[in-house]
């Protein structure tokens, strides 16, 4: 410690070098921070509450539909306590273009599986006393301005009613307020309606859901009960393929892209230029000391003395601008979650940065910490 | 001496002394590669998304869903629309005076990738008319599909793709056994992703009655799209939106494309901000180490502009050699590269090649040239402003 302000002096030795190889260290840092963090955020995405959840779908085909009646078969499994279903009904309110996530469930156990959403006991009364009754997410009703009371006009592009038009109408019994987590998701700004109803004036695909959420009382045991719900239905048309709600979204996200591989490849090309900068950086500015250094060892400070210092002003550097960096991100997220969903700095993001700074540190430090050990005094003093 | 020639030859000896510093020099080529590199391969993504969609077949090729669908997968049409469509006017006529006209089914299929990820393959079910429809197939391996039989031929794209679609391979769809008889390919459009067969086979298997998704017509040039657009939107039978391929391939790109762009620009732009710095050191340690040199040519009579250019030029040259570099970089290992997406409303998995395109290389390099120049600014005025009677006297 007594050295501190011998290494401090060091390092600001040249202002503007000193300076500008931190903000690239910053802007790197930034970058990295960003990337692996949304990648880390999309990786662990879901609630804690997703790990008791399961998500049976169709085996064949995502878009094909599995009977109602599976439900009850499933509720036989140990350690499934409830079950919810969820059948796609898309549609448009007014013009084409403003396409509607509306989806029929059975909202009494949708409310269970998800009490994310946070849908009342008063809500789910409605909606059971008016079976054409509508379940709005806050964010959806804002959107439209619809109230409690509206009657909303819901147009289709697939389901036929039982008068034969594809004009539906429903009626808004209730507007819920989903956690933040959920405020963006699919499932918090959809437009819920009554599956009974809607199966009952449907024309086709009667008594057929497009997916089940079913809630299991230790996710220690999901994969095996995953496994004994798919045997329901083995080797009839009707296959399904459950999986735990973070593996289904995992992979739901990994048909868009491999973020993993595209982040991961961008931070590889970010840190491989840095180091070479920073390592650039190093050596230009010990070289320059050299008759310092020299001065120094002719003090009495012992070559490996003189290495150490020079060690700790690049990991001084390193880490204090990665640091800045790291911190950059994490306010660049909060920017980035306002319009995307939460996203946040996971610790382990962090840990690995600070592990990545410390170790461009020493790659980078290291030569002229040698150079700087090894040096004679003689020929240092002489210029030679 | 002329102004001129004064910076030609400053200009020279400092591009001469350059290999003495090739070290500091080669942060500003590096960090620019980096950043060009990025862009250009992430706009690469962009454009080959949106060069797969615009691909399309015959120009004179008009398509036809239900109303307010905005993708074909969420379109559902009768058998009966299907034949009013087809008998539209402004429909071409074949050589047995029948319209060129092809009612499609569109399904997906849930398929490993040969990664082992799962992706859901799009499926299409063709009548035997639709292959004058659709010209652009052709069999490139084995042969078509017989009606009535469970059997597929696949696209080259999906074939590569996915694992168990070689010829002759058998696949499981719900309670039947499909049998891969032929491979396709169709101009490079994103057909070329999908899984053909019979569409009533198909729908059978599916369970899908006599739904449809869409109908393809070929136009008749007399009357061309406008003819048959007011048939097809007057016809009280029929509730449809009618569009051009084109126009109906080009509104399904713009989302993801849009995604892309923004994903290439935000990206590129900090690793842009980063370079700069980098540059930024690389220039002030060129001009320092070279400010004695710089104080002799102004004690000499050099103007301070030969000076400021000079300190430009060679920033502009190593930010044009690091573009280069990530520019080639970027050509030679993603060019041509496969990759596939879900979504801009194209059924299932769309695979497209990544192109690198002569557009996107110059602009890598007007990139890397504003980094340069961003990156020489600073240090040329502080070249320029030096004190000579100091400098000279500095050791």
Same mark, same amino acid.
């Given at each position: 410690?007594?050295?501190?302000?011998?290494?401090?002096?060091?390092?600001?030795?040249?202002?503007?070098?000193?300076?500008?190889?931190?903000?690239?260290?910053?802007?790197?840092?930034?970058?990295?921070?960003?990337?692996?963090?949304?990648?880390?955020?999309?990786?662990?995405g879901s609630s804690e509450t997703g790990n008791h959840r399961l998500w049976t779908a169709?085996?064949?085909?995502?878009?094909?539909s599995i009977p109602v009646s599976l439900m009850d078969?499933m509720l036989?499994?140990?350690?499934v306590l409830n079950v919810a279903h969820f059948s796609f009904f898309g549609g448009y309110y007014q013009d084409?273009?403003n396409a509607l996530p509306a989806f029929a469930t059975n909202v009494d156990k949708l409310a269970i599986l998800y009490p994310e959403l946070n849908i009342t006991k008063a809500q789910i009364a409605a909606m059971q006393a008016t079976r054409s009754g509508a379940l709005i997410g806050r964010r959806l009703a804002r959107k439209y301005g619809w109230k409690i009371g509206d009657k909303v006009p819901v147009g289709t592009?697939i389901w036929?009613n039982s008068?034969?038009?594809n004009n539906w109408a429903f009626d808004v019994v209730g507007i819920f307020d989903p956690t933040p987590q959920f405020d963006r998701s699919p499932l918090g700004s959809a437009f819920w309606i009554n599956y009974d109803y809607w199966d009952e004036a449907r024309?086709?695909d009667k008594h057929r859901v497009h997916q089940f959420f079913e809630q299991i009382d230790?996710p220690?045991?999901?994969?095996?009960?995953?496994?004994?719900?798919?045997?329901?239905?083995?080797?009839?048309?009707?296959?399904?393929?459950?999986?735990t709600e973070n593996?289904a979204l995992?992979?739901q996200?990994?048909?868009?892209?491999?973020?993993?591989?595209?982040?991961?490849?961008?931070?590889?090309?970010?840190?491989?230029?840095?180091?070479?900068?920073?390592?650039?950086?190093?050596?230009?500015?010990?070289?320059?000391?050299?008759?310092?250094?020299?001065?120094?060892?002719?003090?009495?400070?012992?070559?490996?003395?003189?290495?150490?210092?020079?060690?700790?002003?690049?990991?001084?550097?390193?880490?204090?601008?990665?640091?800045?960096?790291?911190?950059?991100?994490?306010?660049?997220?909060?920017?980035?979650g306002a319009?995307l969903g939460p996203?946040?700095?996971?610790?382990?993001?962090?840990?690995?940065?600070?592990?990545?700074?410390?170790?461009?540190?020493?790659?980078?430090?290291?030569?002229?910490?040698?150079?700087?050990?090894?040096?004679?005094?003689?020929?240092?003093?002489?210029?030679? | 001496?002329?102004?001129?020639?004064?910076?030609?030859?400053?200009?020279?000896?400092?591009?001469?002394?350059?290999?003495?510093?090739?070290?500091?020099?080669?942060?500003?080529?590096?960090?620019?590669?980096?950043?060009?590199?990025?862009?250009?391969?992430?706009?690469?993504?962009?454009?080959?998304?949106?060069?797969?969609?615009?691909?399309?077949?015959?120009?004179?090729?008009?398509?036809?869903?239900?109303?307010?669908?905005?993708?074909?997968?969420?379109?559902?049409?009768?058998?009966?629309?299907?034949?009013?469509?087809?008998?539209?006017?402004?429909?071409?006529?074949?050589?047995?005076?029948?319209?060129?006209?092809?009612?499609?089914?569109?399904?997906?299929?849930?398929?490993?990738?040969?990664?082992?990820?799962?992706?859901?393959?799009?499926?299409?079910?063709?009548?035997?008319?639709?292959?004058?429809?659709?010209?652009?197939?052709?069999?490139?391996?084995?042969?078509?599909?017989?009606?009535?039989?469970?059997?597929?031929?696949?696209?080259?794209?999906?074939?590569?793709?996915?694992?168990?679609?070689?010829?002759?391979?058998?696949?499981?769809?719900?309670?039947?056994?499909?049998?891969?008889?032929?491979?396709?390919?169709?101009?490079?459009?994103?057909?070329?992703?999908?899984?053909?067969?019979?569409?009533?086979?198909?729908?059978?298997?599916?369970?899908?009655?006599?739904?449809?998704? @869409? /109908?393809?017509?070929?136009?008749?040039?007399? !009357? =061309?799209?406008?003819? &048959?657009?007011? *048939? %097809? +939107?007057?016809?009280?039978?029929?509730?449809?939106?009618?569009?051009?391929?084109?126009?109906?391939?080009?509104?399904?790109?713009?989302?993801?494309?849009?995604?892309?762009?923004?994903?290439?620009?935000?990206?590129?732009?900090?690793?842009?901000?980063?370079?700069?710095?980098?540059?930024?050191?690389?220039?002030?340690?060129?001009?320092?180490?070279?400010?004695?040199?710089?104080?002799?040519?102004?004690?000499?009579?050099?103007?301070?502009?030969?000076?400021?250019?000079?300190?430009?030029?060679?920033?502009?040259?190593?930010?044009?050699?690091?573009?280069?570099?990530?520019?080639?970089?970027?050509?030679?290992?993603?060019?041509?590269? @496969? /990759?596939?997406?879900?979504?801009?409303?194209? !059924? =299932?998995?769309?695979? &497209?090649?990544? *192109? %690198? +395109?002569?557009?996107?290389?110059?602009?890598?390099?007007?990139?890397?040239?504003?980094?340069?120049?961003?990156?020489?600014?600073?240090?040329?005025?502080?070249?320029?402003?030096?004190?000579?009677?100091?400098?000279?006297?500095?050791?």
């Open positions: 410690m007594k050295y501190f302000f011998l290494i401090w002096a060091g390092l600001w030795r040249k202002k503007t070098r000193t300076i500008l190889t931190m903000l690239s260290i910053i802007v790197a840092f930034l970058l990295f921070g960003l990337l692996q963090g949304i990648n880390q955020g999309i990786k662990s169709p085996r064949m085909s995502g878009i094909s078969q036989t499994i140990k350690g084409a273009k592009t036929t008068d034969g038009s024309k086709f230790d220690q045991k999901a994969a095996q009960i995953a496994a004994q719900i798919d045997r329901l239905s083995a080797n009839s048309p009707d296959e399904t393929r459950t999986q593996a995992q992979s996200l990994k048909r868009l892209a491999d973020i993993n591989f595209i982040a991961n490849s961008i931070v590889g090309a970010v840190m491989f230029t840095l180091l070479f900068l920073t390592a650039n950086t190093m050596m230009q500015s010990v070289r320059e000391r050299i008759p310092e250094l020299a001065v120094l060892k002719t003090l009495g400070f012992t070559g490996n003395t003189v290495s150490v210092l020079v060690m700790i002003e690049s990991l001084m550097l390193c880490v204090f601008a990665a640091l800045i960096g790291l911190a950059c991100s994490a306010g660049a997220m909060k920017v980035i319009v996203i946040r700095l996971l610790p382990i993001v962090v840990v690995s940065g600070i592990a990545i700074a410390v170790a461009l540190a020493i790659v980078s430090g290291l030569p002229p910490a040698l150079r700087a050990q090894r040096l004679n005094i003689v020929d240092a003093l002489a210029g030679r | 001496m002329s102004a001129l020639s004064q910076i030609a030859a400053v200009s020279a000896m400092n591009i001469r002394s350059l290999p003495q510093r090739a070290g500091t020099s080669s942060v500003v080529v590096i960090g620019i590669a980096g950043v060009v590199a990025v862009l250009i391969s992430v706009l690469a993504m962009s454009t080959g998304f949106i060069r797969t969609l615009q691909k399309t077949g015959p120009a004179n090729r008009a398509m036809v869903v239900r109303t307010g669908a905005s993708a074909e997968l969420v379109s559902v049409l009768t058998n009966e629309a299907a034949l009013a469509v087809a008998d539209s006017a402004g429909v071409k006529k074949g050589s047995d005076g029948r319209p060129l006209a092809s009612p499609e089914t569109l399904l997906v299929m849930n398929l490993s990738k040969k990664d082992g990820d799962d992706a859901s393959a799009p499926f299409r079910g063709l009548t035997q008319d639709g292959f004058a429809v659709h010209p652009e197939i052709k069999i490139t391996s084995g042969r078509s599909f017989r009606p009535g039989v469970n059997e597929m031929i696949v696209g080259k794209a999906a074939q590569r793709l996915y694992k168990g679609l070689d010829l002759g391979a058998h696949i499981k769809l719900f309670d039947s056994t499909w049998t891969v008889v032929g491979t396709f390919a169709s101009d490079g459009t994103g057909r070329e992703s999908e899984l053909i067969a019979d569409q009533q086979t198909l729908n059978s298997a599916y369970h899908r009655g006599n739904s449809l998704q @869409s /109908v393809w017509v070929i136009l008749d040039p007399r !009357g =061309g799209f406008q003819t &048959f657009k007011d *048939a %097809v +939107t007057t016809n009280p039978q029929l509730q449809v939106d009618v569009s051009t391929e084109k126009d109906f391939s080009a509104r399904q790109a713009s989302n993801i494309s849009n995604i892309l762009k923004f994903v290439a620009y935000v990206v590129g732009g900090i690793m842009a901000i980063g370079a700069v710095f980098g540059a930024l050191n690389t220039m002030y340690s060129a001009v320092s180490t070279r400010s004695r040199e710089i104080a002799t040519l102004r004690a000499i009579g050099f103007g301070p502009a030969p000076v400021v250019v000079s300190v430009f030029v060679e920033a502009l040259l190593l930010a044009l050699i690091g573009g280069a570099i990530g520019a080639s970089l970027a050509w030679l290992v993603f060019n041509g590269h @496969s /990759v596939d997406t879900l979504g801009g409303g194209f !059924g =299932g998995q769309l695979i &497209f090649d990544l *192109a %690198v +395109t002569p557009g996107l290389v110059a602009q890598g390099i007007i990139w890397a040239c504003v980094i340069g120049v961003v990156g020489g600014l600073f240090p040329a005025i502080r070249a320029a402003r030096l004190p000579v009677a100091t400098a000279l006297r500095a050791v």
